[in-house]
């Protein structure tokens, strides 16, 4: 069964940090670039980073570059996020998500949320 | 950055056509990708390269895209259409994939 299943969302306080991982299964994952993009609270959807499949090319929305990053381990067919300084705007579901040719995603999990509160 | 612009909502009858636009500068040059969103699942492929439908969805969708606009068409709408609809392109200037604001699609 072709999936992706996030982790490790929860509440944190500002400032604070979170790991992300996204488990891949059914595919083969060192073949695929894959993303992260997030949706907070009744809002829309926003892209925040990507990575080649062997992990050479990394690439990050403005709006996270320098606080988070982005990596995976295709030994273990997983994606993961690190976020630093984590600030309120922070706050949404995190979805793992993976594009095809002119990055269309086919294929998302089911999200982890993340919260950023005092 | 590039902009993608949706309207927020559509109605629409039962068995009528929907018809959900994105508009974009010259957005007629990109692929653009459409997704359906139900309320707590996440989004689904509806439509890629601008009016190609992955497998599994029925040909009731259908997509368009030629100059400022691109247009995702639901054809005799069910009540099981009713769900946010966001459409996306990767902008090559700047490698930024890029969504529209979301339109809430209502089945009267």
């Known amino acids: 069964q072709v999936q992706l299943v996030e982790s490790g969302g929860g509440l944190v306080k500002p400032g604070g940090s979170l790991r992300l991982s996204c488990a891949g299964s059914?595919?083969?994952?060192?073949?695929?670039?894959m993303s992260w993009i997030r949706q907070a609270p009744g809002k829309g959807l926003e892209w925040v980073s990507y990575?080649?499949?062997?992990?050479?090319?990394?690439y990050y929305a403005d709006s996270v570059r320098g606080r988070f990053t982005i990596s995976r381990d295709n030994a273990k067919n997983s994606l993961y996020l690190q976020m630093n300084n984590l600030r309120a705007g922070d706050t949404a579901v995190y979805y793992c998500?993976?594009?095809?040719?002119?990055?269309?995603?086919?294929?998302w999990g089911r999200g982890t949320l993340v919260t950023v509160s005092s | 950055s590039y902009v993608l612009t949706q309207p927020p909502s559509v109605s629409v009858a039962p068995g009528k056509t929907a018809r959900i636009t994105c508009g974009g500068n010259?957005?007629?040059?990109?692929?653009v990708h459409w997704y359906q969103q139900k309320p707590g699942q996440a989004p689904l492929l509806v439509i890629y390269?601008?009016?190609d439908r992955p497998s599994g969805i029925p040909e009731r969708f259908s997509g368009s895209n030629s100059g400022i606009t691109a247009t995702l068409t639901i054809s005799r709408v069910e009540a099981g259409d009713e769900a946010d609809y966001y459409c996306q392109v990767w902008d090559s200037s700047s490698d930024h994939r890029v969504f529209g604001g979301g339109t809430k699609l209502t089945v009267l």
């Open positions: 059914g595919f083969t994952f060192r073949d695929y670039y």
């Open positions: 990575i080649s499949g062997s992990d050479s090319t990394i």
């Open positions: 390269y601008s009016s």
């Open positions: 010259n957005i007629g040059s990109k692929s």
């Open positions: 998500a993976r594009p095809g040719p002119d990055w269309y995603f086919d294929l």
